[in-house]
């Protein structure tokens, strides 16, 4: 139930969410139940999201932290962030997508709040960065369990550890791994990693278009790769074995900045279909960027006013559904456009996208075209330029449809034969 009432109106908060006091308070006796644990919360999405992992050729498996800030809170448990004077608590999910970004849900979590330095400047608690080994460990157990499925981690620069990529050697890599390097290593013969990447001519281009960002516009990016496969020193006469691509942008326009990415993974990249393969497999790290957007700016999860981290966890792990949901409905609205709506919206919900946008309803609607009516609540104009609605306007529309989803069925209710609804 609490499920259905975050996912209807992801905006608001746990009261105003609920329906009336005797469900607010439901609410806030679940989260404190001690009984309860994020983990089995998240279970039965765990095991859908393996289901449909399972139908797929390749899943790109992404990894990434944020920090919750939940500065002026007094939520016990809390930790430092950033910096040492703001309190909050740090997530790192790992997120499963198609490489056409199709998102798939949730695989993993790891959640917790950090110690505060001791006198010597130092922290106690498990290292942060077995979050990525861990993490890599998790998708080589589920790889095995898949054997028809390609997994792929993918991370950005602070999963650049040779612990990691050394623990994925000693597994037999069962899941290969895609990383953002952060360390220009000194390789065996004295050579400087990227210095060695670079030092023939590129393999060829690559051309795409980065999506506005950040009050970035979007624009058209052409970079140059180029590819060489190395022995990366791993400690006591050990060696991995990987591939680094280094993508770098020429003709960038005045003012921006050039977009160079350098890349390390197990896997070889023969061809310059390869290397652009493995290029757009890294974009797509962009997804879970998105779910962190979700969560902060549609779900709120920042105003959470929970007395203890261990509630601030069980909230986190409904609302880390509802954020899939939003960014797999705005997904499937682009690439299966033609679906029926009736799949993902109750008829009440859909009559209220019509009405509220005064357009005719057809017999049979279709996804598309109803969540480009909710995106028209939440400020999409829908013009020919617009191209299709983002998360945005989706979840601040989904408030409204609600809304009137919830009219509908109060008219009903009342059923005094005066209204024809």
Sequence with gaps: MLMERFAADPTASVPKACHGWTET???????????????????PHWQQTQQRMGAEPVVLCLQDTTELDFNGQEAIGLGPLSYEAQRGMYLHPTYAVTPQREPLGVLDAWMWARQKRDKFGKRGGPKE?????????RIAEMALELPSTRL???????????ALMLRAHELGTPADWLIRAAHNRCLPDGEKLWQRTVSGKPVGEIAFTMGSRHGVKARTVRQQLWVQRVDLPAGEGKTVAATSIVAREFDAPAGAKPIEWRLLTNRSAASLDDAIQLIDWYRARWEIETLFNILKNACRVEALQLSAIERLERALALFMVVAWRIAHL????????????????DPDEIRGAYLLTSVKQPAKPTLNEVLRLIARLGGFLGRKSDGEPGVKTIWLGLKEVHVAAKTLRGLRAVDDGDNCV
């Design 330 to 345: 705005m997904r499937l609205g682009r690439t299966c456009p033609d679906l029926d709506a009736d799949l993902f919206f």
């Design 152 to 162: 792929v981690y993918v991370a950005d620069r602070e999963a650049d550890l040779m």
């Design 129 to 137: 960065s077995l979050r990525w080994i861990e993490g890599y460990e």
């Design 25 to 43: 308070m439901g609410a806030y006796r679940f989260f404190g139940n001690d009984s309860v644990d994020w983990r089995d919360i998240l279970a």
